[in-house]
């Protein structure tokens, strides 16, 4: 898959545009992007960044095949200086990052790429597709698994995912938030993440009984043993003959390790409950008792509320497709350009209406404020490269909007942590993505850092981004030209 050339994985615009800054400007004039988000999806209190390692791949492969240019040709857009030129390009510019997995706030540049505005430009549609959708799919997942509280959690979406690239990039991003396995065998293979499973109604319904059907597979897996109970009749039927074979391995002497049932319809609150009672009544306490059925964090929520004793959730459709929340509105937005004369950035800024649609100008990044004793996020807070912060200071936060609402850190009492690393330097990749394991682990981390009333599903209390004050006051600069001009 790495060796995949995505390079045409672009919208038309981005490189009639490269034409245009071919002809028309100095291509090599150096610019910055800032690929970021402006709200959370699902009404979650933060978002979880991830697709890192696939920009990282897709960067690095980036050239023009000749079949590339021959296609391009057939368009009849593209003249033959260009499309010669097109033949030896490469990335040459710099990218920094936030890590894959971090905890992330809107407005808060995810992806900065700082190169000659055609490589700058054309890079735009893929970084967005590939960071907006294993980021959207990230969120959804530690909502689900937040909603889980402690329970495993499964990845079972691949056949409900939108395509073969949405089940194994969408399964990917799911591990980093916190499944504990996928169905996804080949994202099990290509990642290296636990794949797991249980089996489906059609291999009960392929025997001539449940109760053949339930042996044969506990003989065959004895050690990974869930018996889906809910073919015929849950109650009367999956569940006594779920443990009439848990006996008999027992009576065996076969070690009961890792075994129970998987539930699939019907009131999963009190089936659950009633399954529990009839596994402890013959003692199978330690028995998983597993469920799917279009679940999401809501009906988790729900059925724990109600009091089920499900400790093990499979979840599809509604986690790898972020159903209720479809997408991830990250934009690319141009943040300066680079004066040939003086070597300095020139700020730039979209204008709106909207204040929230304002971007923000300059070369950036990102520092985010922690509490000294707590270890908990206070806010984060977006500056200018170079300016420079000491924990042993005071340091005034204030809203960028509202800037009458400010917070005065005492010195000593916060610790400071800057975001984006680097991740190509002069065209040349400088970072090694982690595992996805250990993206996952960093994940849990991130999350703890995190109060409670944050990571709520429901109206989750807002950490605040802010400016610093140099930036503030060069948007506002910028503001004040564009009004009065
Ligand atoms: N106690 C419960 N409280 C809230 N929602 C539940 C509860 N039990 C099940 N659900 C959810 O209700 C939805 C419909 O469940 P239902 O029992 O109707 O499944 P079903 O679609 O009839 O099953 P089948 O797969 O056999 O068609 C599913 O999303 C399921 O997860
Ligand atoms: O419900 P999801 O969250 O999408 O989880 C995946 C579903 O896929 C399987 O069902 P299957 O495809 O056999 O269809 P079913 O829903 O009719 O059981 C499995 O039994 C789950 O129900
Ligand atoms: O292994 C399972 O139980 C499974 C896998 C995919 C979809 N539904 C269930």
Redesign the pocket.
């Given at each position: 898959m790495s060796e995949r050339n995505l390079t045409l994985l672009t919208d038309l615009y981005e490189l009639t545009m490269m034409q245009g800054y071919f002809h028309a400007k100095d291509a090599n004039e150096t610019v910055i992007f800032d690929a970021f988000y402006r709200t959370n999806p699902d009404g979650n209190g933060f978002a979880i960044t991830a697709g890192l390692e696939q920009v990282v791949e897709y960067i690095e492969n980036l050239h023009f095949d000749k079949e590339d240019i021959d296609y391009l040709r057939t368009t009849g857009l593209f003249g033959e200086d260009f499309l010669e030129y097109l033949s030896t390009f490469k990335f040459t510019g710099d990218i920094y990052a936030i890590p894959e997995g971090t905890v992330v706030f809107p407005r808060e540049p995810l992806v900065k790429v700082i190169a000659p505005i055609m490589q700058a430009q054309l890079v735009e549609t893929a970084i967005l597709n590939i960071i907006n959708h294993q980021s959207l799919i990230a969120t959804k997942t530690s909502r689900i698994v937040h909603a889980a509280r402690g329970d495993g959690v499964m990845e079972?979406?691949l056949?409900?995912a939108q395509g073969p690239d949405a089940g194994i990039y969408g399964a990917r991003a799911a591990m980093i938030a916190g499944c504990i396995g996928t169905?996804n065998v080949l994202c099990g293979q290509m990642f290296d993440v636990p794949v797991k499973g249980t089996h489906?109604?059609?291999w009960i319904m392929s025997f001539p009984d449940e109760l053949t059907a339930f042996r044969t597979y506990a003989r065959l897996y004895p050690t990974a043993c869930i018996l889906?109970v809910d073919t015929y009749d849950t109650l009367n039927s999956g569940i006594p003959h779920a443990i009439q074979v848990f006996k008999e391995m027992r009576a065996e002497g076969i070690p009961l390790t890792f075994y129970g049932i998987?539930m699939?319809?019907g009131d999963l609150a009190y089936l659950s409950k009633e399954a529990k009672k009839m596994l402890d009544a013959e003692g199978f306490t330690d028995a998983v008792i597993s469920a799917?059925?279009?679940?999401?964090e809501t009906l988790i929520t729900s059925l724990k509320n109600q009091g089920a004793t499900i400790n093990s959730w499979?979840?599809?459709?509604?986690?790898?497709t972020s159903k209720d929340c479809p997408s991830f509105g990250g934009v690319y937005k141009l943040a300066a350009i680079m004066d040939k004369k003086t070597g300095k950035f020139i700020p730039k800024i979209k204008l709106s209406e909207n204040e929230e649609k304002i971007t923000n100008p300059g070369n950036k990044t990102t520092y985010r404020i922690y509490g000294k004793d707590s270890h908990k996020v206070i806010a984060d807070i977006i500056c200018l490269v170079g300016e420079t912060f000491n924990e042993d200071e005071p340091l005034l936060l204030f809203d960028p909007i509202a800037t009458w609402k400010k917070t005065l850190l005492a010195p000593g009492t916060y610790t400071m942590r800057e975001l984006p690393v680097q991740v190509f330097k002069d065209g040349e990749c400088v970072y090694h993505s982690p595992k996805v394991m250990d993206i996952q682990k960093y994940c849990k981390e991130e999350l703890n850092t995190l109060w409670d009333e944050t990571k709520r599903l429901v109206n989750p209390h807002e950490v605040h981004v802010d400016l610093s004050k140099p930036l503030w006051d060069m948007k506002h600069a910028l503001l004040d030209k564009y009004h009065f001009e």
């Open positions: 079972f979406g056949r409900r169905s489906a109604h059609s889906l998987r699939d319809s799917s059925n279009d679940l999401d499979g979840v599809g459709t509604n986690l790898i």
